[in-house]
């Protein structure tokens, strides 16, 4: 009788725990690794703090091979796991070829836009958030010259450029903005050397704030930026700790939200393009006690009221994205 | 004769080797706190238990099929070349430009083309290395791991500023046209009744490298190039004194391995990924080197060994799915195989045959 017992004890234990499996998210990181300082880590971060919360689990994989990334979600999706979240534009194509076969799951991908049904495609509207630190960049710069380091030369990125350079023409139409990009190639996002090399050289031209938009690259700029004694912008995460008092602010782009978001709604989660923008505090800019002396009240104030306008529809920056040009230099 | 019985060369040394490696992966596994048993349960069930696992698993075998002959071939002429991971790299160039730029009526056409293209760039990649050697005497070693910069840097070129489509992101050619798709283990085996094969990448490519196989053994043991490159092998001066020319056969056994290096392009290129990208070799020119030691430069011996390493590279892929085991981990399980396979091969043999020798002494 007690062995009955213990058997069907094991079997509902058994049930239970598949029916728990069914519904654990997953997330999948791109190759550059789940602790890489920046955007995967991002991720991580939002899912850890959905697990912290809920009590959730979670599934994850840090890619080995190219081919893996199809790998992942149909073993994802064949355990059930729902929904299935990955970061990176890399996984467009392959979630666009699978994402059909598998119409019960859902999933979301970070910073692309996949066209099906059953997926959620989160991009974020970072030149709104770049518009708001160039606005800042211009209000804090005395030489009316400030510099751009970009990472890899892709849409993406000059987006970002785009809504900076508009954000500092706002401010002052006649100030100089210096571009640059790192590279073009995926190395060219984690190239400090280079970055430092980059920084020292705007800063020979007559920058003297400088917005790194460079993944791991930008800890080069950052660096170089604060042993030159000139202001410099940190991107993603909130970076202001990296240098205190040398860091005007850092664009953020709230990945670690996105995820948790997604996490949070599980199964229901809404497909569609989902805009993380200014509006939703999907980007926005840092404010904490590292930078509390370089922002004045008046710089934050007109900061705001920018941002309250973007949020409102107001005022449109232009999205280099929508047709691969940029209406200011 | 002082030396072992070949079964016991071929079989029991690599065997023993195994073993070795798998006893310590197991304490890297108890390390960290997960069972031994399970992880190597995981990794049979996900690599040989389920027909996607088998189509994943015969999917890199291919890759290294072709990398491993590569390595073999240039071996039988002692030359190490150690530019497979370039010569693939180019070669995946090749299958790119004969996808995009020829229009192939059928696929069966488009894989002959891109065969032949994979496997001339990949041949061309190994030239300039191979004349080096031969002619000027420039080390083969350094001359084909330094192609390898170079071809990862022309690679990068031609995608980001020739190849790539205006406006994306990805450093990447466009997807290649549908007729030029190769029938995958699903396309073929599956019925509407009885999936296989699902979603996984192996392709007809796989009986390319089968052939290739093949093909390698008659070269090497069948035709009298194949007895020149081995003479040279065995010896430069008697080669030379029966005639054969060392720089003619240097040059020649490059070319043959750049071309079979090349053409596992075909399968990450065309049969995988479907346009080409920046990584698609990840490294599998390298596991050549250590699949030619470990299947004993025979072709037969490179087949069971790239099966091996694609079993140890699938139940990589489940061990980090369904474990928490980091994944610099499974890349310390998988170079515990390759050390003991191919580096630490005599601290086997050596002991094994010294027992061989002994019996054998009793004996008699």
Known sequence: MTLMHKFLATAAALSLSAGAAAAEPALIFDLGGKFDKSFNEAAFTGAKRWADETGGTFREIELQSEAQREQALRRFAENGNDPIIMTGFAFGNVLGEVAPDYPDTKFAIIDMVVDAPNVRSVVFNEHEGSYLVGMMAAMASESDTVGFIGGMDIPLIRKFACGYVQGVKAVKPDATVIQNMTGTTPAAWNDPVKGSELTKSQISQGADVIYAAAGGTGVGVLQTAADEGILSIGVDSNQNYMHPGKILTSMTKRVDNAVYDAMEAGADIETGIYVMGVGNEGVGYAMDEFNADLVSADMQATVDEAAAKIGSGELMVHDYMSDNACPVE | ?364
């Open chain 2, 1 to 364: 004769m002082d030396r072992m019985p070949g079964w016991a060369d071929a079989i029991l040394v690599p065997l023993i080797s195994l073993l070795l490696a798998a006893f310590l992966s197991a304490l890297v596994i108890i390390g960290i706190g997960e069972s031994p048993v399970a992880a190597f349960k995981l990794m049979v069930d996900g690599a040989l238990m389920r027909s996607a696992g088998w189509g994943y698993t015969l999917y890199y075998a291919t890759n290294f099929i072709f990398t491993g002959l590569a390595v073999a071939v240039a071996f039988h002429a002692r030359m190490f070349n150690i530019g497979g991971e370039g010569q693939a790299m180019i070669g995946g160039l090749g299958v790119a430009l004969v996808c995009l730029y020829i229009p192939w009526p059928h696929w069966s056409l488009a894989l002959l083309g891109s065969a032949v293209g994979a496997s001339l760039f990949g041949a061309a990649w190994a030239l300039i290395p191979a004349y080096l050697q031969a002619k000027r005497g420039s080390h083969i070693v350094i001359t084909t791991i330094m192609f390898n910069f170079i071809a990862a840097a022309l690679l990068n070129y031609v995608l980001v500023n020739v190849l790539r489509p205006v406006g994306a992101m990805d450093p990447a050619t466009a997807k290649f046209p549908d007729a030029t798709h190769l029938p995958t283990f699903q396309d073929m085996f599956s019925t509407a009744a009885d999936p296989m094969f699902r979603g996984a990448p192996a392709n007809v490519t796989f009986f390319l490298a089968v052939i290739a196989c093949v093909l390698v053994w008659l070269l090497i043991w069948r035709t009298r190039l194949g007895y020149e490159i081995r003479a040279l092998g065995h010896s430069e001066p008697a080669a030379r004194y029966a005639g054969i020319s060392p720089v003619r056969t240097v040059v020649i056994a490059m070319l043959i391995s750049g071309g079979l290096a090349g053409l596992m392009s075909v399968n990450t290129t065309q049969g995988e990924a479907e346009r080409l990208i920046l990584n698609s070799i990840e490294g599998a020119g390298f596991i050549g080197i250590a699949v030619a030691l470990m299947g004993r430069n025979h072709p037969l011996g490179v087949f069971l060994a790239a099966i091996l390493f694609g079993f140890l590279y699938q139940g990589g892929a489940e061990l980090a799915l369904w474990t928490t085991i980091p994944r610099e981990l499974i890349v310390v399980i998988q170079a515990l195989v390759i050390l003991f396979t191919g580096a630490l091969d005599n601290m086997v043999r050596m002991p094994l045959e010294r027992i061989f020798l002994s019996f054998r002494r009793r004996k008699s």
